[in-house]
């Protein structure tokens, strides 16, 4: 079955072929159910039609294309992507370093960031290709969006693909930390065995950051978890 990013060029090839080794093995039966089908008919539709997709077709399963299912330490779930123009980028609540302002979200992330640990990224460091790079897993609980409205690509089975993929990562019996920010990602942990260390809060958008978000410290008792478990911290200074 041709996957969503069934083009003619060199990049072209089947979901999930392209996806890291470890991926590719847990997710390869995913192709085959109904709810993927349907998935892949709604998004060939949404393309057929002309309708602006973000991320772009290239990046919308970049997360797994970037860290490996047993080098995942830090997963952080977001709920969908940013429905502007040129500000998804294939990651949770990143966006290009070039994109100025910052959407609110990611400026009160960066917020909590100095406040809890006191790093002071560049102003300009909003990709957060530093912390994947730590193994820090960026997700979405739903990985497209129709360009200008928010939600748009909901219940048309991509939380069903991430909730097996929270699913699998939650088994997993190597313990790993969950930052799960807002009720959609909260929704998620019955999902997530009890070895692993999870930190929840309000959502960081400007609707509810101030009901729990700010003051949560989530950077620093990710990091008391990792060295009780004899794992290198995260550097979340190093937000690239």
Known sequence: MESIENRTDTHSK???????????????????????????????????RGAAVYPTRENIFRAF???????????????????????????????????FPKPPSLQNILKELRADIGATPAPEASELGGWVSQGVFLLNAVLTVRAGEAFSHRDQGWETFTNRVIEKLGARPEPMAFILWGAAAQ??????????????????????????????????????????QGKTPIDWARVG
């Open 65 to 99: 294309q970037e860290i490996d299912f047993d080098d995942v330490k830090v997963v952080i779930i977001g709920q969908d992507p940013y429905h502007g123009a040129n500000q998804a980028i294939g990651r949770s609540f990143a966006v290009p370093n070039t994109l």
């Open 14 to 48: 089947k979901f999930p072929d392209h996806l890291q080794p470890g991926w590719r093995e847990r997710l390869k039966g995913e192709v085959d159910e109904p709810y993927f089908k349907s998935l892949m008919e709604f998004m060939r539709r949404e393309y057929a």
């Open 187 to 228: 929704s998620k942990r019955s999902l997530i065995g009890p070895q692993h260390f999870r930190v929840e809060s309000p959502h960081p958008s400007p609707l509810s950051a101030h009901r729990g978000f700010f003051g949560s410290k989530p950077f620093s008792r990710v990091n008391e978890f990792l060295a009780s």
